[in-house]
């Protein structure tokens, strides 16, 4: 029988046979088995997640293991977890040792986590950055914007991705500065625009009009998607302006015009398939009239 047939029974008799492949010899069986056993939610498992992780596990079994930890939701675990966070070295098993915290008790890893932001430590400070962005009151996001500008990009990016998951207006205010800020790396920006989308954060609007025109077709195709999905109608009259792009034969052109129909098209009111139909047959009209230029 599979381990994912195991898990798929689900109940307590799984357990044991679980934690019994923890010490598999095979990586891919062993990480398996502990993702399996976070499945489950056995707590019996925890004891037996701790002290495999005392035998110093393959840098991905162990972090298998901190997830597991953190998902078992087990008080038990919170000595381990701390001792990570302030003794290892690794970045990524920090950053597991962080998150698995706040999965455990999110108030006790906040205070615990927030003086970590100015670590010397480069990898506690960023675990904490990675953990807290988790954590959306305020007080918690005004302290991650105000470290995000030293951060490395993917770690910024990941801060987004999160509040853009969380889907917290609370993100707003600060998902605006990115997207303001123009010494900002362009992918980072063109994020912070998909999340605002994401969050249908009106407030964003006027900001996102500003960018439309922006040299970075990432930053356009981001702006553009993000007003659609807002849906607000101070944006509908800049995007049907996208439909009539006067650089129409050309590759980049093709692709705003296509962006703008669906944001357009998202929008849905009347004004917007009127002007989709027209721009249609204008663009029709004018792909017919460069054939027979060509002819």
């Known amino acids: 029988m599979t381990i994912n047939a195991l898990v798929e029974i689900g109940d307590s008799t799984v357990a044991p046979l679980l934690i019994g492949l923890i010490g ?10 502990v ?62 040792a962080a998150n698995a915290l ?3 008790d999110n108030v006790q890893a906040e205070r615990l986590l927030m003086p970590l932001l100015k670590s010397d430590r480069t990898e506690q400070h960023l675990a904490a950055l990675d953990a807290l962005s988790s954590i959306t009151t305020p007080e918690i996001i005004r302290a991650l914007s105000d470290c995000l ?22 993100t707003v205010p600060a998902l605006l500065a990115l997207l303001r800020d123009q010494q900002e790396e362009p992918k980072v920006r063109s ?10 954060a009106k407030d964003a609007v006027p900001q996102l009009l500003s960018l439309i025109d922006h040299q970075d077709t990432a930053i356009v195709a981001s702006v553009i998607d993000a007003l659609g999905k807002i849906g607000d109608h101070r944006a509908i009259l800049k995007l049907i302006d996208k439909l009539y792009d006067n650089r129409v ?26 002007a989709m139909n027209e721009a249609f047959r204008k663009r029709n009209s004018l792909k017919q009239e460069m054939k027979s230029d060509d002819q």
Do not use: F
């Open 24 to 33: 598999d010899e095979d990586e891919s069986i062993r990480n398996a088995a």
């Open 35 to 96: 993702h399996g056993l976070a499945q489950i939610g056995d707590g019996s498992a925890v004891q037996p997640l701790i002290s495999s992780l005392q035998d110093k596990p393959a840098k991905s079994t162990a972090s298998y293991i901190i997830n597991a930890l953190g998902r078992l939701q087990d008080m038990l675990a919170w000595t381990t977890l701390v001792n990570i966070l302030k003794m290892e070295t690794d970045n990524d098993l920090c950053c597991a």
């Open 102 to 104: 706040v999965m455990l």
């Open 149 to 170: 500008p030293t951060a490395p990009q993917e770690r910024r990016l990941q801060v987004i991705r999160k509040w853009n998951a969380s889907g917290n207006l609370n």
């Open 191 to 200: 994020a912070a625009a998909d999340a605002l989308g994401n969050l249908k």
């Open 249 to 274: 034969a050309t590759y980049l052109s093709h692709r705003v015009y296509d962006w703008a129909e669906i944001a357009l098209r998202k929008i849905g009111t009347p004004e917007c398939i009127q």
